[in-house]
């Protein structure tokens, strides 16, 4: 299917009733529209659909190439045609590869030894067995990277705070913004500092800069090639690469150019969650994801939740046309989930061609945002109420607490319930007049007032229950998303695996570089050759 019946999709969507009346007209809506996986539950009663749209949608999904291209994607097919490579996420988070073979490599066996190896480096820094080059053990590690191969790592880790327990401290150097590395290793010793560095090409501009100044704060100490071998890891594809940064082969675990940066935290990338968390709970997190994948491949789509997430932002992107989809975890551990979830998505599906090089007539992924409820409430909630836009919301509450504090939890539970309550059925005009003459204004305050105080409501959210923030429901929720922003690429009809816009913003970074430099700038138009004057005089 190459083209969506957009016509009909928007004129099903200008159809559309009132929530507040679909409630009350139905006391059966909310088991209706509920899934369940894996003790999980998605309410999604609280959208703009009703049986006979949302039973068209169905269709939709039936009729479309999710199955073929989800078979194509487990059999090994190169689905990222653009590229002419497998997407094989999901085998590394298999608890069995034994027998996985892919264009004839063994890579069950390949994966297996990853995880060993990890696992053994984990033990030695745990039990303090892994000495620097002064005899002394290591006590910081410094994990050098940027997109998926931080995002990840970064968001499990914050996610799973109540499961920290290494020894060993964890410093995250991203941003090429130099101050970044610089606050990381004025508080450290070189020689019990070992340094991680992630990427699949080893090429990435941020990364080796970073790398590159790590390196030198080693030598300005006196560290000598050996001592620098001895405190340089690697996880990357360019072993040639690495090795030449004076990183040795033995200390370089594999990426696989069929794992996607933004979904790589099942590999190596995941070192830093199972040096933090401990190899058991790694596989907890692993344990998670491909429960949610067995969910996502064997359940028939009218229960399927990652099926039902993506035919709901079609609805909104395309039928609605819905721009921005706000993510609000009801959880102070997953604040930066929205973040994750906006490279996933964004950079997945943020396309204007399809699989064919065509232009799309129509929008694809939506601009994602969001924030830990309920900082949001007193922030940015103001627009989801009362503004004319409408921003579908995702609400998402682990039930159980990783706190004593019960009381803290209930309250928070109830913000959360009362968001979605009052995004769907809002306050009318008389209602907020009623509220203002009970408060004991005059009629002519109330009047007044009462117009300030309407939301009209209608606004449509999902409500996510996780039965905890643990290890394994956080693998089923990443892998949630993961596979929703999946079947809407295949909706779309559009690569999810590649990101050719990445691309050009870093070649034009080159030669402004040069130009930095001292290099001609007469080949640049005139706003940048302004800046860069801006940013010379400074200098």
């Not at 009733?17 to 009350?24: I, N, P, Y």
């Not at 199972?274 to 709970?281: Q, R, V, Y």
């Amino acid at each position: 299917m190459s083209v969506l019946p957009w016509p009909a999709l928007k004129a099903l969507a200008s159809q559309q009733g009132s929530l507040r009346q679909a409630f009350a007209d139905d006391p059966s809506r909310a088991e209706r529209f509920k899934a369940s996986a894996m003790g999980m539950t998605l309410d999604y009663s609280k959208n703009l659909i009703n049986t006979d749209n949302w039973q068209a949608l169905q269709q939709l999904a039936e009729q479309s190439q999710i199955k073929p291209v989800l078979n194509a994607m487990l059999a090994g097919d190169k689905i990222n045609n653009t590229e002419q490579r497998s997407v094989w996420h999901m085998m590394l988070r298999k608890a069995d590869v034994d027998g996985l073979k892919l264009d004839g490599e063994d890579i069950g066996a390949a994966i297996s030894n990853c995880r060993s190896r990890m696992t053994a480096l984990v033990k030695q820094l745990h039990q303090q067995e892994y000495l620097g080059y002064t005899g002394t053990p290591i006590t910081d590690v410094i994990w050098v990277g940027i997109g998926g191969s931080l995002l990840g790592p970064q968001m499990a880790l914050e996610a799973l705070t109540p499961y920290h327990f290494s020894p060993v401290k964890l410093h995250f150097a991203g941003n090429i913004d130099g101050a970044v590395v610089s606050d990381i290793v004025k508080k450290l010793d070189p020689a019990t500092t070992l340094v991680f560095v992630a990427s699949k090409s080893f090429g990435t501009e941020e990364t080796k800069q970073n790398a590159l100044a790590i390196r030198q704060w080693f030598k300005d100490s006196g560290a000598d090639s050996a001592a620098i071998a001895q405190h340089f890891w690697a996880t990357s594809s360019n072993v040639a690469a690495a090795a030449e940064f004076g990183i040795v082969e033995q200390n370089i675990l594999p990426m696989w150019d069929w794992v996607g940066g933004r979904y790589s935290l099942w590999s190596a990338i995941g070192f830093p969650v199972a040096l933090i968390i401990g190899s058991e709970h790694f596989s907890q997190l692993l344990c998670g994801a491909e429960a949610m994948d067995q969910h996502f491949i064997e359940t028939p789509f009218s229960q399927n939740i990652p099926v039902i997430l993506a035919l709901l932002g079609i609805w909104y992107i395309n039928g609605h046309d819905c721009q921005a989809q706000a993510l609000l975890p009801y959880s102070h551990y997953l604040r930066l989930l929205p973040s994750y979830v906006q490279q996933l998505d964004m950079e997945s599906n943020g396309k204007s061609v399809n699989v064919n090089g065509h232009a799309l007539t129509a929008a694809t992924a939506p601009v994602i945002w969001g924030d830990a409820g309920t900082n949001g409430q007193h922030a940015y909630h103001q627009l989801l109420h009362q503004s004319r836009l409408a921003v579908p919301a995702d609400f998402i509450l682990p039930l159980k607490p990783a706190h004593v504090l019960t009381d803290h939890h209930q309250r928070l539970a109830a913000h959360c319930f009362a968001q979605t309550q009052a995004l769907m059925q809002g306050k009318t005009r008389e209602e907020a007049t009623a509220e203002c003459l009970a408060a004991g204004m005059s009629a002519e305050e109330a009047a007044a007032l009462a117009p300030h105080k309407v939301s009209p409501g209608n606004k449509p959210s999902n409500t996510l229950l996780l039965p905890e923030l643990s290890p394994y429901y956080l693998g089923a929720l990443i892998a949630m998303y993961e596979h929703k922003v999946f079947c809407q690429g295949v909706l779309w009809d559009l690569n999810s695996f590649d990101q050719w816009g990445v691309e050009l913003g870093k070649q034009l970074s080159g030669p402004i570089y040069q130009a930095l430099a001292g290099a001609p700038t007469d080949t640049l138009d005139s706003s940048t050759q302004q800046l860069i004057a801006a940013f010379l005089a400074q200098k």
